[in-house]
């Protein structure tokens, strides 16, 4: 019942901007044991390299573990747990054989105001620190991030939001000042079948300016269709449809409405659950 962490500020503009737009070939099939084990093998084409991993992720009472092997002979381990003190969650990976890449992550939440802290697990570790404040309505926040073998801040960012139920404005000042970035989203129906969104990000170094629109509809029960188009004419669509229960099929599409000899980018996604 909080404002959420910082992260989630302008998140759902984007993740409609973002999520699904893929330019590779990816296929994911997943199943589950009956001692409650989810084991998830997934297979990326991208260019002409191929890349798979298969997971698995265990849930027991306030304890999630989940694991991933790689083709890269790499192991990342994910240990999740809730509540060890009351209101908060605790976020430790590590990945073998590259053990610097660990990272310990601590998450508190409160009515009004939520704060995370983050420490990478190497000899000079970076810190990373967000708070944010405010109710489920209107959030202000900001993140910094800390490299100890430098003593100095690597990133500083602060935003603020105001959500209501059909809609969600953002406003998030980063890259050290150098950008402003504001976004809203707007559902059109109750059933948030349709929405519209909008995005404008200033960078002040540069004097640039980039404007996105985008939105997504829901065709049927099954299907669901997203397109955006920003100022530089590039323009992605996406149609997602439900196969079987739980299991999707996307496409997706990009292209430089500028330059129509170029080859457009298009991917594919599978992901077959029972």
């Known amino acids: 019942m909080g404002p959420g962490l910082f992260s ?48 698995a992720l265990y849930k027991y009472k306030n304890t999630l573990i989940d694991v991933k092997v790689d ?7 994910t240990l999740t747990l809730t509540d060890i003190v009351p209101s908060t969650k605790t976020i430790a990976s590590l990945k073998f054989p590259d053990y610097s890449s660990g990272r310990l992550e601590t998450q508190y939440f409160h009515h009004h105001a939520t704060f995370t802290t ?46 209501k139920p059909d809609s969600c404005a953002a406003i998030i000042l980063g890259d050290k000042g150098d950008t402003i970035k504001a976004s809203y ?19 002040f170094s540069t004097n640039e300016n980039t404007f996105t629109v985008g939105g997504s509809y829901a065709v049927d029960s099954l299907t669901i269709v ?12 996406v149609l997602q449809h439900e196969v ?5 099929l996307t496409i997706s599409s990009e292209f430089d409405t500028k330059a129509l000899d170029k080859t457009p980018k298009f991917g594919v996604a599978l992901a077959l659950k029972p």
């Open 8 to 55: 989630d500020i302008g998140k759902k503009a984007k993740d409609l901007l973002t999520k699904d737009y893929i330019s590779d070939q990816k296929l994911s099939i997943s199943t589950y044991s009956d001692t409650g084990v989810a084991l998830t093998s997934t297979t990326v084409k991208k260019g002409g390299l191929s890349t798979g991993d298969v997971g």
């Open 71 to 77: 083709t890269g002979s790499n192991i990342l381990t």
């Open 118 to 163: 983050a420490v990478t697990l190497k000899q000079s570790p970076a810190v990373d620190l967000s708070i944010t404040l405010g109710t489920p309505t209107f959030a202000l926040g900001a993140e910094a991030s800390y490299e100890t073998a430098t003593s100095k801040l690597t990133k500083y960012t602060a935003g603020i939001s105001v959500t």
């Open 185 to 203: 989203i707007h559902h059109m129906y109750s059933l948030k079948t349709t929405a519209a969104t909008g995005e404008i990000t200033r960078r």
């Open 226 to 237: 997203k397109l955006k188009l920003n100022n530089h004419g590039n323009l992605g669509a």
């Open 244 to 248: 079987i229960p739980k299991s999707l």
